[in-house]
């Protein structure tokens, strides 16, 4: 089993959209977590961190559910920029060694 | 503001042959690491640094060596390629004191082993 796994996609959407992705995690242990965001032959870009008790920025909301093991991004009003592949990235302990999920490809459309 | 600055940005290879791919970063961060994106995979961890003469294996060391002579520099050594290696490989640097803090990445090399 992946330590962190996410629906691939690709999520294709139109224009203003809502839109959310969800990730899984195994090791109940976690601390950290984050959504990167990566565009086509870039390098992954911080997204936003996740905090326990949620957190928005913006059209971006992201929730963490400890119990259940899960991360969420939810994405309003979807615009063209936002097409990416989002990656859901967990630390496992204090040190900064990041476990990345396979990511999820999003396509919005006109 | 450079940030991360890998080199080269492409690369071809025969396999057998050796290369070292470079990674500079201008922030003073104490951690750096190297890690491999192959297609439908997420990024995997070679290996990584918490500062200058420490090094430790990640995930996926195998065929690979680093060295941390200085804050800036954490170079990777492929020992000798084979076409499992061909990947991309994004080097990142991060500043210590928070874990929820945000791992820098540079632009990436794309490596070919043929």
């Known amino acids: 089993r992946k330590e962190v796994e996410q629906d691939p996609g690709p999520f294709n959407v139109p224009e203003g959209a809502t839109v959310a992705f969800n990730c899984t995690y195994s090791n109940s242990a976690s601390q950290s977590f984050f959504w990167y965001r990566q565009d086509c032959r870039k390098e992954p870009k911080l997204l936003m961190s996740?905090?326990?008790s949620g957190n928005e920025d913006g059209r971006f909301t992201a929730q963490l559910n400890r119990a259940s093991q899960y991360i969420s991004l939810l994405i309003r009003d979807s615009k063209l920029s936002d097409s990416a592949t989002y990656l859901c990235?967990?630390?496992?302990?204090?040190?900064?060694?990041?476990?990345f999920g396979s990511g999820t490809r999003l396509l919005v459309r006109p | 503001n450079a940030g991360v600055t890998q080199t080269p940005k492409f690369q071809v290879l025969k396999t057998g042959q050796s290369m070292t791919l470079q990674c500079a970063q201008d922030m003073n961060h104490e951690y750096m690491s190297w890690y491999r994106q192959d297609p439908g995979m997420g990024l995997r961890l070679i290996h990584y640094s918490v500062g200058a003469g420490i090094t430790d294996q990640g995930e996926v060391p195998n065929g690979y060596n680093v060295s941390r002579s200085t804050t800036e520099d954490f170079p990777l050594r492929l020992l000798s390629a084979a076409p499992s290696q061909t990947s991309v490989y994004f080097c990142?640097?991060?500043?210590?004191?928070?874990?929820?803090?945000?791992?820098?990445f540079g632009q990436g090399t794309r490596l070919t082993v043929v």
């Open positions: 990235v967990v630390n496992l302990d204090s040190s900064y060694k990041l476990i």
């Open positions: 996740v905090y326990s």
């Open positions: 990142a640097s991060t500043d210590t004191g928070d874990p929820n803090t945000e791992a820098f």
